[in-house]
């Protein structure tokens, strides 16, 4: 792609909706602060689908709870920007920042099991969303509940209104969910594992969801999921995230064409695959996430990473392009890795084995 | 079509209306002392309605029959000292019981619950002097307290009810805060802030109304606590001033001439019983009710 192409492609893309700067999110606990989010940098666009990925532990929810300013008690943001609609959501008084929740951003999560107060009726708090922002009369509520709950395909929506939760199947308490989400049409919804607790066939039915409310009302959605799968189906653009840090973003089909950090493309290669060979073994990426209390020096990913080089133990990588639009924190890159290290034929995936430089070999 | 459909099979399946409310009185209708309990604390609650209006003789008159009167056809339940109907005194004391428990439960309620709120939600600071507060009323002995207060006060209906709740206020309280603390970290109150409620509205929308049940148990339970602690203040001399009938009251002048008249002993001390043993059995069937591990 040559350079006045690119910046055609940068002037057709609106202005971000959200742009985050150098996020920090730490926790501090008896033992030390843990750096859960550790400089994060990105930006969502209007009506986008933006995927964040990573293990338990990533930081990919405290990423989302720091973004509405939700993070739980010894955790602080210590620094960074959330910019949106022109102000510093870190910088806004506690009633401006309630004011965005729910109304421009909200937010729906893992289990609907318990994100619905047992004791009070669905629909009811559904109204409650829209009546907590003054955005609709008692009356106007009621009614616009039921076309939310049609919305999200509730059966015999009229009837449900009155249910509990505890009268709601899974599914349909995550519609529900996701109902009170778009209860004051925000133009983000950030959607925290909303599958993880369904079963496969109501997952699929979620996201098919999903995607055709991001498609019909134009809300950004940005998922979070530890589920790749999950990316490929609804989202547009991907970042991934690692021991508190983004270690690659970009188009989705380009990181699953062509992942540029190891770690994405360990990620991609332990994905059990239908049309796997029968040789062919599942691989599962060797060692443990990091202690976020002590992160290993340089590179986050080092310990684990079968492409390290000398300068990955001491120094930590930068967020650089690597490919149009693609993103890489990583000093090898795949591109190196498979053209230097053969990659692609790799069958012993320790740390270090494809580089040579294995465990034993450190030299400190 | 499918949606219809889907209507058409969910529907008939899914239980009646049943909220927590009307399955716990269904299951309180089926626990028959409790039921016995209500019926009896429903005539209390008649005939202290009814004494405000009519009693067999006034209340406050004396001379109506010949002291220490044993019960006959006249007086039913016998006549005190100063010639007193006991019957009529004790239809009135039921008034003085049933306010003292209920305005307690009503002012201990009003302070309890919001404290008790607050503190287990905001914490910090403001947690730790409730804290100390509630462990500092628990160290002081209640009648102590009590009487103190009613001696700074003086004794009348009003303070007799604002001292036993100062003694009484931190059982809800400390119930309430640790409600609040583990229904605090519910996902569904981190849900209700992620869509923008306020703290009072997390408070008393989504936090109270899942501590209601062991709230309503724990105020049943304290309003025979608070008859008893009258009852016995009123013993002690200490209660709602004469000639106001009290139960507590009524036994104390008794007790002097238990060999004389054992009835004006006997009566207010078995109406007292059975009110504290009703409210104990609705409190019992309460519980077993609003517990939903328990439900059968």
Redesign the interface.
């Given at each position: 792609m040559t350079r006045s192409t690119r910046a055609d492609a940068a002037k057709r893309l609106p202005a971000p909706i959200l742009q985050v700067k150098d996020l920090q999110t730490q926790f501090l606990t008896h033992d030390g602060i843990v750096k859960a989010v550790d400089g994060v940098t990105f930006d969502l666009y209007p009506g986008e689908s933006l995927g964040i990925v990573g293990e338990s532990g990533s930081g990919k929810s405290m990423t989302a709870l720091s973004l509405?300013r939700?993070v739980?008690d010894p955790g602080k943001i210590v620094g960074g920007k959330v910019l949106f609609r022109d102000q510093d959501l870190m910088q806004i008084s506690d009633e401006e920042i309630?004011?965005?929740?729910?109304?421009d951003i909200?937010?729906?999560?893992?289990?609907p099991q318990?994100?619905?107060?047992?004791?009070?009726q669905t629909g009811f708090q559904i109204a409650?969303?829209m009546l907590?922002?003054k955005k609709a009369t008692k009356q106007q509520a009621r009614q616009r509940t039921v076309e939310l709950l049609k919305r999200v395909?509730i059966?015999?929506a009229e009837?449900r209104v009155?249910?509990?939760p505890h009268?709601l199947s899974g599914g349909m308490r995550q519609r529900a969910?996701i109902a009170?989400g778009l209860a004051n049409a925000p133009s983000i919804l950030i959607a925290d594992e909303p599958t993880t607790a369904l079963d496969v066939t109501v997952q699929a039915q979620i996201l098919e969801l999903l995607a055709d409310l991001n498609q019909e009302l134009g809300t950004a959605i940005m998922m979070i999921t530890h589920n790749m799968g999950v990316v490929a189906g609804l989202c547009t653009r991907v970042l991934v995230m690692y021991a508190g840090q983004i270690v690659e973003q970009g188009p989705v089909d380009q990181i699953f064409e062509n992942p540029q950090h190891p770690y994405t493309w360990s990620l991609l290669k332990s994905i059990p695959r239908v049309d796997a060979l029968r040789h062919e073994r599942l691989r599962s990426i060797e060692g443990l996430a990091p202690d976020l209390l002590r992160p290993p020096k340089g590179c986050r990913f080092h310990p684990r990473c079968p492409f390290r080089v000398e300068k990955c133990l001491t120094d930590l990588p930068p967020l650089t392009e690597v490919k149009p639009d693609q993103l890489a924190a990583c000093w090898v890159t795949m591109d190196r890795a498979k053209k230097e290290m053969g990659a692609d034929h790799l069958l012993d995936i320790r740390p270090g084995a494809a580089s040579g430089l294995e465990p034993g070999k450190i030299i400190p | 079509m499918?949606?219809?459909a889907?209507?058409v099979v969910?529907?008939p399946i899914?239980?009646e209306?049943a909220?927590?409310w009307s399955d716990a009185w269904r299951r309180l209708r089926r626990n028959r002392l409790a039921l016995a309990g209500v019926i009896y604390l429903t005539f209390v609650v008649i005939v202290a309605l009814v004494s405000a209006v009519w009693t067999p003789y006034p209340t406050f008159q004396v001379g109506v029959g010949i002291p220490y009167a044993a019960p006959n056809t006249h007086h039913l339940l016998g006549v005190d000292g100063l010639g007193r109907d006991t019957l009529s005194r004790l239809m009135a004391g039921a008034q003085i019981s049933l306010i003292v428990g209920i305005g307690t439960q009503i002012l201990v309620l009003a302070v309890g619950v919001p404290i008790g709120l607050a503190a287990g939600y905001f914490r910090g600071a403001f947690d730790q002097v409730v804290t100390f507060l509630i462990n500092l009323f628990y160290g002081i002995p209640d009648l102590l307290v009590a009487l103190i207060l009613v001696f700074l006060l003086g004794p009348s209906l009003t303070n007799i009810i604002i001292a036993i709740a100062v003694t009484r206020w931190m059982d809800m309280a400390r119930l309430v805060r640790g409600q609040t603390l583990s229904l605090r970290e519910?996902?569904?109150i981190?849900?209700?802030?992620?869509?923008?409620?306020?703290p009072a509205?997390i408070l008393f929308?989504?936090i109270l109304?899942?501590a209601?049940g062991p709230i309503i148990v724990q105020a049943t339970f304290g309003v025979p606590a608070a008859i008893l602690f009258e009852a016995f203040l009123s013993f002690l001399g200490l209660g709602v001033p004469p000639p106001t009938p009290t139960w507590g009251g009524m036994a104390a002048e008794g007790i002097v001439t238990i060999r004389i008249s054992p009835a004006m002993v006997i009566a207010p001390s078995i109406a007292l019983s059975l009110t504290l043993m009703a409210f104990n059995f609705l409190g019992d069937g309460l519980r077993d009710a609003l517990d939903p591990r328990g439900r059968r």
């Open positions: 509405l939700l739980p309630r004011d965005i929740r729910g109304r909200a937010m729906i999560f893992q289990d318990s994100s619905l107060n047992p004791v009070l409650e969303a907590a922002h395909r059966p015999a009837s009155k249910d509990y009268q969910m009170m | 499918a949606a219809t889907a209507a969910t529907r899914a239980p209306q909220s927590l519910r996902e569904f981190e849900a209700a802030r992620a869509a923008g409620a306020k509205k929308g989504h109304p899942n209601l």
